[in-house]
């Protein structure tokens, strides 16, 4: 995995003008290529497997938003988080007003502590940019 070191610009962290590794994402691999490359792996198509996981990517965002978390065995759990101001008392709390968003969480499988979504990355500087 690739990084580059980046500065903090947001004054508000207690880390305002520090340095961070931060990684270098190189390219997006859209549905297309995916479904393509895991039926090479496969005996179907990549179009029998793109309908395929179309209907799944449907059923799980259903699933996420009416508050379910959904796990993808040898994959991870994902569920849906709200984001909302705080409020002093909670008679007071309104959703419209408090309530800035939702973020995905997910939270790679894990087995016996060892997770294999993280296994085996290296690191390496990314040498195309620049300080």
């Known amino acids: 995995m690739k990084y580059k070191i980046k500065k903090e610009t947001k004054p508000t962290l207690k880390t305002f003008g520090k340095y ?8 997006t691999i859209e549905s297309r290529q995916l479904f393509e490359e895991a039926a090479r ?10 309908g395929m996981m179309m209907t ?8 996420l938003q009416m ?3 959904v796990r993808l ?13 705080k409020v002093d008392d909670p008679k007071t709390f309104r959703a419209k007003k408090h309530i800035r968003g939702v973020r995905l969480h997910f939270i ?18 990314d040498k195309t940019f620049s300080e």
Do not use: C
Not at 20 to 27: C, D, G, L, M, Y
Not at 41 to 50: A, D, N, P
Not at 73 to 85: P, R, T, V, Y
Not at 108 to 125: A, N, V
């Open 20 to 27: 961070k590794a931060v990684a270098v994402h190189n390219q």
């Open 41 to 50: 792996h496969m005996t179907i198509s990549g179009g029998v497997l793109e």
């Open 56 to 63: 799944v990517a449907e059923t799980v965002r259903r699933h």
């Open 67 to 69: 508050g379910d978390k």
């Open 73 to 85: 065995k040898d994959f991870g759990l994902m569920k849906l988080e709200i984001e909302s101001d």
């Open 108 to 125: 790679p499988e894990s087995y016996e502590g060892s997770q294999p979504l993280y296994e085996g990355i290296t690191y390496e500087k």
